[in-house]
């Protein structure tokens, strides 16, 4: 196993340097959060935003970013946070979490959990009854998962899903963006992806793997789902939400865009307020 993970590490090196270079993950919270984990000894390290003198319990968003389950992109929701805190009133806590190969599944939705347990646990600080969860990529794949399969219905107020992977039994090859006019993330990347994060094939069949496979009955019926067109994962993320004719999320579909950027946001943003 050991051999497997550095081979691993070795193919997930050059990814995470181009992943750096692209996103800028510098962020400027309001506070820097340790949190204990379910393990004695380690910590969740939090951005937290629109913290500071709060004399009643918080609304309260809890993020996490895209990453590909691998990527350390920690910081890269800096906009979208400070955003959320400035246009909201809400506190907004962008949560970090553990990443693959060194950490594979239920690792990440593990530190997610024990964020939002964290949360729930300081009354005194955030209002349980306006909490909400959000994420981008893997980030929504883990919102999604909190929100259906981990806590009850009814525990989150609002869920907000960009551009999330749902359906990971599905080939890569399968997944084709429904706009082609743009390069969409190579094959090659979202196996890798896979690979690391997923150490057995049967992984995927998971319900803490692949939203689409949660019964809909579990999902919340206030969710944001958000697509883009040049996206190989926007199809899958379309099928999610007409999976339902009872519960259906408000979906946002943005044409010419392949992953976010600032442009993405900036229209996000008004769907948001629109939306709350």
Known sequence: M??????????????????????NVTAHPDEVLQIPSRDE?????IHAYNTLNRDTPAPVLVNFHGSGFMNPLHGSDDE???FIADKTGYVALDCAYRLAPEDKLPAAIHDAEDSVRWVLSHPQKFDAFQLSISGFSAGGTIA???SSVVFPQGTFRNVVAAYPPTDMVQ??????????S????????????KQCYYPNPDDVKSVLASPALIPVEKFSDRIFLVTAA???????GRRSELR?????????RYTGMMIVNTRLIKRMRKDLCRKE
């Not at 080939?171 to 082609?180: G, P």
């Not at 339902?244 to 946002?252: F, I, L, M």
């Open 41 to 45: 000894g380690r910590f969740i390290r």
């Open 230 to 236: 040049c996206d190989r994962l926007c199809s899958e």
């Open 244 to 252: 339902s004719e009872v519960r259906r999320p408000s979906t946002s």
């Open 182 to 193: 743009k390069d969409s993330a190579p094959v090659e990347l979202l196996d890798t992806f």
């Open 2 to 23: 050991s051999s497997l993970n550095d081979d691993l590490l070795k193919i997930a090196s050059p990814i995470r340097a181009h992943a750096l270079a692209t996103f």
């Open 144 to 146: 999604l998962i909190v």
């Open 80 to 82: 979208f946070c400070k």
């Open 171 to 180: 080939n890569s090859a399968e997944k084709i963006a429904r706009d082609a």
